[in-house]
């Protein structure tokens, strides 16, 4: 018996003496019979490679995941074009008309049909945004959602008692820091009717440069179309569609809206 077979055997002794399938005796004298006690007592085992590769291949896989992080949607560096208005707590609610057409974008493969449901404008103050990668369909066409506010909203008095957030998971949510002044002066109503979450499509890499410059705090405004989208994937069809109201709320209340102009507002 060669040592790589005296080996195996030892090993296949120790197991069972640690699952109690035998007593120190019987191994004693099953090691002393079939291999030998010297071979026992100078037997060291041989270190593993596999839990190093995994470790190895988990080292990796974080070193990717933040590369991407930190570089596979980073922010391109543009020229800000800017739009001189008198003050900024003087934004007026968003602009929208009839219109109506259709177009059609190719994303991933993915043939997109983009109706048009209304010409649209919003203007305001940046209060949160969400950026996503393009692992969905959805996520191809609006790689980013940006929240804005407008009228008494983006004012500092006002907004100063109220805190939004976008986790990524395409809603915004707000919530009042003042109760007190909360009641005394506004109302859920009134304050979804001075804020919008926008999902922001575009397969046009100026326009996709810009929109990912938007950031909390700008003031701006978007100009384009409210659409609804349309696709098939795996045989099925699939529908995103736009809220075409302000006064909504939860889930629909989102404004799609396929980005033609993007502006950073600024007082004259």
Not at 112 to 132: F, L, W
């Amino acid at each position: 018996m060669d040592n790589r077979e005296k080996e195996e055997k030892l090993i296949a002794y120790q197991k069972m003496l640690k699952s109690r399938q035998i007593d120190e005796t019987t191994y004693n004298s099953m090691v002393e019979r079939n291999i030998g006690m010297d071979f026992a007592s100078s037997y060291k085992p041989r270190k593993r490679i596999m839990p190093l590769l995994v470790v190895v291949l988990l080292c990796l896989i974080v070193f990717g995941i933040s590369w991407l992080l930190r570089n596979g949607n980073k922010t391109p560096n543009i020229e800000k074009e800017y739009e001189y208005i008198n003050s900024y707590d003087a934004i007026d609610p968003p602009i929208q008309n009839d219109y109506t057409g259709s177009t059609t974008i190719t994303l991933g493969g993915t043939v997109i049909k983009v109706d048009y449901e209304a010409y649209y404008e919003v203007s305001g103050r940046v209060v949160a945004t969400a950026s996503y990668y393009a692992s969905t369909v959805e996520n191809m066409a609006a790689q980013k959602d940006v929240a804005v506010v407008w009228g008494k909203l983006a004012t500092d008095e006002y907004l100063n008692k109220f805190t939004f957030k976008a986790p990524g998971n395409r809603f915004v949510y707000w919530k009042t820091t003042d109760s007190d002044w909360y009641r005394a002066h506004t109302n859920d109503k009134e304050i979804s009717q001075m804020h919008s979450n926008n999902h922001l499509v575009s397969n046009n890499k100026q326009i996709n440069d810009e929109i990912s410059n938007i950031k909390d705090g700008d003031y701006v405004r978007i100009k384009g179309y409210l659409v609804n989208l349309y696709w098939q994937e795996n045989g099925s069809n699939h529908t995103w569609r736009s809220s075409l109201t302000r006064d909504d709320s939860g889930d629909g209340a989102c404004e799609v809206i396929y980005v033609t102009d993007v502006k950073w507002l600024q007082e004259a």
